[in-house]
């Protein structure tokens, strides 16, 4: 008997793209003979697409859904997706069907060959601008860096054993990173390379602001290196100071042009002193929320059995 495999969906304003996908993704496991549930999380959408997911219930039992009171971001979506999972495993994949459905077969063989955790790595990264690449390779390299993570070709498009969906729900941090989570927990891995496919429909929900925020919060979530950046500072600005006293010591010259100088490092050590409280506060505000103990996300609506 062929064990059940659940796909969890994000949706964040796709009422044009969920009855698609629904459609689509249960078509490519039917022909493989897979048996499957379709988990939708709607992320707080503002137009229709918890009706589409009802909508898409209607038409096959086997899709489920969880609505959230307000957008809590696509990682929490999907971690209330696993959350709901039944399956003895568990994809998750976008709902534009950027992650081609096509894969999934190779991904649940892979599985029952004893993987755990499947990755979808991107071949290439599909349609995005240089300037985009640039940003996300700059990324990628400062996260494998500090978090010791190799991210670099990873996406959100996984397919993970029972075990690996346990070990991250069990974790209790309330900022959720699920790239980097899965990378953190482990298990067996395979890759299964893909293209990115261009969006169905929609556009997508990424600005450059909530990517750099989305930078931020990934890297500090795994590295508290950063702060050190306070250190390093400290000692560079001792040393400017160190041998600008035994230069002018012994140099001397025209105490007006120290001055200015003196000046301009003294504005720069400022600016990397409130630089350093900035990164400091970062990190305390992220282990205040999480001392607050406030749920992850918080579920208005279901759907399904
Ligand atoms: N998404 C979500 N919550 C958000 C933003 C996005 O659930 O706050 C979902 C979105 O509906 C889609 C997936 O995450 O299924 C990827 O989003 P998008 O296509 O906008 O990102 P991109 O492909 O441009 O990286
Ligand atoms: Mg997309």
């Keep these: 008997m062929d064990k059940l495999l659940s796909v969890v969906i994000p949706a964040f304003n796709e009422e044009e793209s969920v009855e698609n996908a ?125 978090a010791k993570l190799d991210m670099k070709r990873s996406s959100d498009f996984k397919l993970m054993d029972r075990k690996a969906v346990d070990t991250l729900l069990s974790l209790s941090e309330e900022e959720v990173f699920f790239r980097g989570l899965t990378a953190f927990v482990g298990f067996r891995r395979a890759e299964v390379e893909f293209d990115v496919a261009e969006r169905m429909a929609g556009v997508s929900k990424w600005s450059f602001k909530s990517l750099a925020r989305y930078a931020v919060s990934s890297v500090t979530a795994f590295s508290a290196a950063p702060m050190q950046l306070a250190t390093v500072s400290g000692v560079l600005f001792a040393l400017i100071a160190v041998v600008t006293g035994v230069l002018f010591a012994i140099v001397g010259g025209e105490a007006g042009g120290w001055l200015v100088f003196l000046a301009v490092m003294g504005l720069l050590a400022l600016a990397c002193v409130l630089l350093c409280l900035g990164i400091i506060g970062y990190y305390l505000g992220r282990t205040f929320r999480q001392s607050l103990h406030r749920p992850r996300f918080i579920i208005s609506r279901e759907c399904g059995d």
């Design 22 to 146: 629904a459609g689509t993704v249960a078509g490519v496991l039917r022909d493989a003979g897979i048996p499957y549930e379709l988990v939708f999380v709607d992320d707080g959408s503002k137009d229709g697409t918890w009706e589409a997911i009802l909508r898409a219930h209607e038409r096959d039992t086997r899709v489920r859904g969880v609505s959230f009171s307000r957008n809590f971001g696509k990682d929490r979506a999907i971690f209330a997706g696993l959350s709901r999972a039944r399956g003895d495993c568990v994809a998750v994949m976008d709902c534009d069907l950027q992650h081609p459905p096509e894969k999934l077969p190779e991904m649940y063989a892979l599985w029952q060959q004893g993987f755990e955790m499947v990755e979808g790595v991107k071949r290439d990264r599909g349609e995005e601008s240089g300037f985009h690449k640039l940003c996300a390779n700059a990324f990628y390299a400062v996260i494998s860096k500090l």
